[in-house]
């Protein structure tokens, strides 16, 4: 038969289909997903045991790791191998101390897990913020030997300050690893001190729930890859999971009311790949982001097009769903994306963009403040990868802590305390929603010096308030 091509008989115009909305395509991919940050004091042995836990994971190659063994004997540092998995860049290897949070992924039996590495050292906390924003469980790595433990748990320590810090955030689950345990052979006994310890801290500063339920503790050695991947290798005393399983049993609580919220996500990281070209990373805090979507740029107010998404590293998909960390291809016909995405702006609805403001009323816990906050006082703002310079204009009341006023207009806040204020922010409007309506857009840290003095909620955003200059 001749071909339907070459027939001039065919009369019939094929009928006019109108285009079909699509729904959303099913997501396919079984396992779920968790977003896990390590803390911890320095040298508590984060980077190593991640690296070991990404190399037994079969993360990385072996190849890599003995390229990495190689120079790190060369530099005198033999031990740092496993660490550098983690500490990507030249600086960073030759100080031997993670600066960025550096980003990877690995899969346990049912999850596919993203670790965060978030720096230890002071001036890093910053960052080690926009870190645990993004988390839906904390590592905390202790390191076991003597003193080790008690210098980062001390008044002002890090171990302290990191779990207040992932407290005021948000994160509620946390995975202990006693680590270096090889350093003390073992030793139940302070494995148990430190537990006891850690407890009765974390329940004093709300973190530990009646049932004890959110805070696990396993004995590791990242160093010697024991208990982090498999069961063999911890002594007798110890009969409980090791670190991966801990992490595989976890329940995530997705929050489905915020999955049907429109689309946002606050961009991490902006670079240009050679397979995705322009491409954002970030972390879907509400709604749904699908391949062919056009997505508003706040605060910028542009729009691009979705043109790829990549999940867990190299799984390309069409939709990502809220919760998931991804890399996002972005193309626009109307404006140059290379000099115009930053991190920091926010991916959003067209039809509903998130709100930008310079001023808004938020509900503070004050920490240890070295100085009061006053009317006036200088802070730095950090809300999700956004870090911004602002004041606290107004002081409107304190609070105890079942939330009743108890004096309006005061004048200093000092530690510890609970208050409502106002916070103008000093250069642009932000992106910045209500805690009720969306958490993640709702919390905020104030810096001041070089120390977290508070955390808090948004509570009333206010009308842009134009700068006197
Ligand atoms: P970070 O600052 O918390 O990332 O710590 P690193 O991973 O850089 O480790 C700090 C030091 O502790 C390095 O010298 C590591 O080799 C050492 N270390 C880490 N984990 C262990 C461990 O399980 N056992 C022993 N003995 N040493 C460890």
């Not at 997903?33 to 042995?45: E, F, L, S, W």
């Not at 904390?138 to 980062?152: D, K, N, Q």
Request: contains cysteine; proline residues 5%.
């Amino acid at each position: 038969t001749p071909s339907s091509t070459t027939s001039t008989t065919t009369t019939t115009a094929p009928p006019i289909t109108p285009t079909p909305v699509k729904a959303p395509p099913q997501d396919t991919d079984t396992m779920s997903r968790i977003n896990v940050v390590i803390i911890g004091h320095v040298d508590a042995g984060k980077s190593t045991l991640m690296g070991h836990l990404l190399y037994q994971s079969g993360a990385i190659d072996d190849k890599l790791i003995h390229k990495y063994k190689k120079e790190s004997q060369q530099i005198g540092k033999s031990s740092f191998h496993y660490a550098w998995v983690m500490d990507q860049n030249e600086e960073e290897r030759q100080r031997g101390i993670t600066m960025d949070v550096g980003v990877k992924h690995f899969d346990t039996t049912n999850k596919h897990v993203t670790i965060l590495d978030a720096p230890g050292h002071r001036d890093f906390i910053p960052k080690m913020i926009t870190g645990a924003v993004q988390a839906d469980m904390a590592i905390l790595v202790i390191g076991s030997c003597t003193g080790e433990f008690e210098s980062g748990f001390k008044e002002g320590g890090q171990t302290r300050e990191h779990l207040i810090l992932v407290r005021s955030l948000g994160v509620s689950n946390i995975l202990v690893a006693i680590n270096k345990m090889d350093q003390v052979e073992w030793s139940q006994e302070r494995f148990q001190d430190i537990r006891t310890q850690l407890n009765q801290f974390m329940k004093q500063i709300g973190l530990l729930n009646e049932k004890n339920a959110n805070v696990h503790y396993v004995p590791v050695s990242g160093l010697q890859g024991i208990n982090l991947r498999s069961r063999n290798g911890p002594p007798e005393w110890y009969q409980g999971p090791c670190l991966c399983d801990v992490i595989d049993e976890f329940q995530v609580d997705r929050d489905d009311s915020e999955l049907t919220k429109p689309i946002r996500m606050s961009i991490s990281d902006v670079y240009k790949s050679m397979s995705t070209g322009m491409t954002v990373s970030g972390k879907v805090e509400a709604g749904t982001l699908s391949v062919g979507q056009p997505v508003h740029v706040a605060p910028i107010k542009a729009t691009c097009n979705v043109k790829s998404i990549t999940r867990n590293g190299n799984n390309q998909v069409q939709v990502a769903y809220n919760g998931d960390n991804i890399e996002v291809g972005l193309t626009s016909s109307a404006f140059e994306l290379e000099s115009t995405l930053m991190s920091g702006q926010i991916l959003c609805d067209i039809d509903r963009p998130i709100p930008c403001t310079n001023r808004f009323l938020g509900r503070i816990i004050t920490f240890d403040l070295d100085i009061p906050i006053t009317n006036g006082s200088s802070v730095q703002l950090h809300m999700q990868h956004m870090d911004v310079p602002a004041v606290v204009s107004k002081m409107v009341c304190t609070m105890n802590r079942q939330l009743e006023v108890i004096k309006k207009k005061p004048r200093v806040l000092v530690k510890n305390s609970c208050a409502i204020v106002e916070i103008t922010i000093i250069d642009h409007p932000i992106c910045i929603e209500l805690y009720n309506e969306f958490k993640s857009f709702g919390r905020f840290m104030l810096r001041m010096g070089n120390k977290t003095a508070a955390a808090g909620v948004v509570t009333e955003l206010k009308r842009i308030k134009k700068n006197k200059k």
